[in-house]
């Protein structure tokens, strides 16, 4: 009895244990199924099933520790949170990818990991997280073999660079992303290449922008690419609204929104009825403009910041251009939040510039003041960025040329070297004296030679600093001189006294003529010389502009000679031919009178000659000049410094005849 029992016990306890481990099985085995169903969901786009499906992988996989399946779902899980705009939420979970796959052999999913960890930084706004996680990525790539990975994470950086206006890097980085990638694949390709024209567009080169997006415009023809395609119409509406083609670019624009809407892809509506609205809008049609911005899917709360950014620029412009106050006042402080969290000098400029107009129209001039402040500084930010990426060109191009130099010294070393062995085996003991006496006098040659090389290099390197220096004192100069003619401009609508108010003005035009002399001088190549061809025909734009004679049909005629004149010369230059085409202006065409002005500048026998004539009215009645004028007082001053004498004649019209010797020209 007691053997039965033992039997029966042992057979009872085996069945224990084998249905143990068939459980156990079946739990391993649930995970696997689970995975398959997943993916299978996947590939039909139900995404709402998908979701539902790895909650539960990520939960069997932590209570079955199956490391493999939990990696995969939370991975899965981040994605759907990232592609959904939840950025937080997703960190959360690549950070805890990033600790499982840190010791593990999956290299190529840690890289892919740290990619998107820079991505969702980058689209919070983040960009310096953003370029330490890019930077951790690329690292990473000479340890994963060529794939698709290389050129995603090398146009993520260019992508970055793009939003950081660091624009040479960004086509450094684009041009790297489109070689990498096999002509066979028609979707990358599309994408690069408008990723491509995009920061092209940021350099204002259009032509080349235009030529990149109708490649990509090409590789996307696929039907299987709507989205790609419909990002490509919405770059193309674009670049058509900047070229004035309003027609084409209402065409791409209408293009992108049928494309999306067939896709039901509900987050990409924003992007392409902002688009649709922006171009109604440039076309003069607000109204129908509004109607697109309405359709925008509520709330925006879960789109990127770029996406958010334009659509609020878009919904000010129209608001602004529709008298919409109330909106207006409603959109700003959430805009303003929104542009400074995004950190993008180029929108930071297209936002204060949309602000600017909106206080200017409302004639609110404190805020007209603070934003106008506000857009000079991102201005400023924006040309010290140019002037870094011009410094890192410089930089590159010399450790260039220092490489290319110890490779030719070297080859010369060795030729020489074998010349002095042949000769040796020759004349070693006839030339061993001679051999020391020229090896001495070498190495003292190749000291001084280095010396003075290095000395020059120093002279380089101190010559293009002072250039850089004055380059930015000018440009600060012109910002100033700026800044005091808007505020001129500001006091002036505020003051009703008529002659009062011509007094501001033509200080306001004097002061801009001052700017724009600084202006070319930052923009050419010599910093100690003025163009006197191009100065003189942006200063006659300032003025016609100044006066508005666009509508009193009054016409200039220059003949100005292709001359370079020193600062201290065109500065003063400058002043009295803004004086004397204002007086032609204000005195020579009463009534709205037709005319002409002639302006003449030429250097003959080492003397400078002016003539600005007008056939206007003249000086009929006297034929005398008022001298007591502060514009007649001031030309004789500028005169009598620079050794000038001057001609007045009153037939038909009036002419100023201007003689200069003490003249100075660009070096």
Not at 565 to 578: H, K, W
Request: with cysteine; proline share 2%; glycine share 4%.
């Amino acid at each position: 009895m007691n053997r039965l029992s033992i039997e029966g016990i042992s057979v009872l306890f085996i069945i224990i244990i084998h249905s143990l481990v068939t459980v156990a099985q079946s739990d391993s085995n649930r995970c696997a199924r689970l995975h398959d169903r997943y993916e299978r969901t996947i590939r039909i786009h139900n995404y709402a099933l998908a979701k539902k499906q790895v909650d539960t992988l990520l939960k069997w996989a932590l209570a079955d520790s199956e490391s493999k399946y939990y990696e995969n779902a939370a991975i899965s899980r981040a994605n759907f949170h990232f592609y959904a705009g939840e950025y937080r939420e997703a960190n959360k979970l690549y950070f805890t990818v990033l600790r499982t796959l840190k010791n593990g052999e999956n290299v190529k999913q840690y890289c892919q990991t740290l990619s998107n960890l820079g991505i969702a930084h980058q689209n919070m706004g983040n960009v310096d997280s953003s370029l330490y996680y890019h930077r951790l990525a690329q690292k990473m790539l000479p340890r994963i073999p060529i794939s698709s990975l290389h050129t995603s994470v090398t146009n993520n950086l260019a992508i970055l660079f793009n939003r950081m206006a660091m624009l040479d890097s960004a086509i450094k980085y684009n041009i790297l992303a489109i070689e990498g990638v096999d002509e066979s694949d028609s979707a990358s390709l599309a994408t690069l290449n408008s990723n491509l024209a995009s920061t092209l567009k940021e350099t204002g080169d259009t032509n080349n922008e235009k030529k990149y997006l109708l490649k990509a415009y090409g590789f996307a023809k696929s039907p299987s690419l709507p989205l790609t395609r419909s990002d490509i119409c919405f770059k193309l509406a674009y670049h058509e609204k900047n070229k004035k083609n309003m027609p084409k670019a209402i065409a791409y624009a209408r293009e992108c929104v049928e494309l999306v809407e067939k896709s039901r892809q509900k987050n990409r509506l924003l992007n392409a009825y902002t688009c649709l609205a922006n171009m109604l809008y440039n076309d003069g049609r607000p109204t129908e403009a509004l109607v697109y911005l309405n359709k925008v899917p509520q709330p925006i709360a879960h789109q990127s910041l770029n996406i958010k950014m334009s659509y609020y620029l878009s919904k000010l412009a129209i608001a602004n251009a529709l008298h919409d106050n109330k909106t207006v006042l409603d959109i700003l402080p959430i805009a303003e939040q929104t542009v400074d969290n995004l950190g993008h000098p180029i929108t930071k400029r297209n936002f204060y510039e949309t602000a600017l107009k909106f206080f200017t129209r409302t004639k609110d001039y404190k805020n007209e003041v603070a934003y106008l402040k506000k857009l000079v500084a991102v201005r400023d930010s924006l040309q010290s960025l140019k002037h870094q990426n011009f410094t890192s060109d410089l930089e590159a191009k010399y450790q260039s040329v220092l490489k290319e130099n110890e490779i030719i010294s070297l080859t010369m070393s060795e030729e020489q070297n074998s010349a002095l062995i042949e000769r040796q085996r020759f004349f070693i003991l006839l030339l061993a004296a001679g051999i020391g006496g020229v090896g001495l006098f070498l190495f003292i040659t190749q000291r001084q030679k280095r010396k003075i090389a290095q000395q020059h290099e120093a002279l380089r390197i101190a010559n293009a600093d002072k250039d850089l220096l004055l380059r930015e004192i000018h440009h600060r100069v012109k910002n100033n001189l700026q800044v005091i003619s808007s505020l001129l401009s500001l006091q002036s609508r505020q003051i009703d006294d008529e002659s009062i108010k011509l007094a501001i003005d033509e200080g306001r035009s004097r002061v801009r003529s001052m700017a724009l002399i600084h202006q070319n001088l930052y923009q050419a190549d010599n910093l100690t010389g003025v163009h006197v061809q191009s100065y003189l025909h942006k200063l006659i734009e300032e003025i016609i502009t100044t006066y508005n004679v666009k509508n009193r049909n009054i016409n200039f005629h220059h003949q100005i000679d292709d001359i370079n004149l020193d600062v201290d010369t065109m500065i003063p230059l400058g002043l009295i031919i803004n004086e004397l085409i204002s007086n032609c202006l204000k005195h020579a065409f009463p009534d709205k009178r037709r005319g002409n002005i002639m302006v003449k500048l030429k250097e003959n026998d080492d003397l400078l000659q002016l003539i600005i004539k007008d056939d206007g009215v003249g000086y009929q009645h006297n034929r005398k000049v008022d001298q007591n004028t502060f514009g007649s007082r001031m030309i004789e001053a500028f005169l009598s410094k620079m050794n000038g004498q001057v001609v007045y004649s009153f037939d038909n019209g009036t002419a100023v005849s201007i003689q200069i010797k003490d003249y100075k020209k660009a070096a």
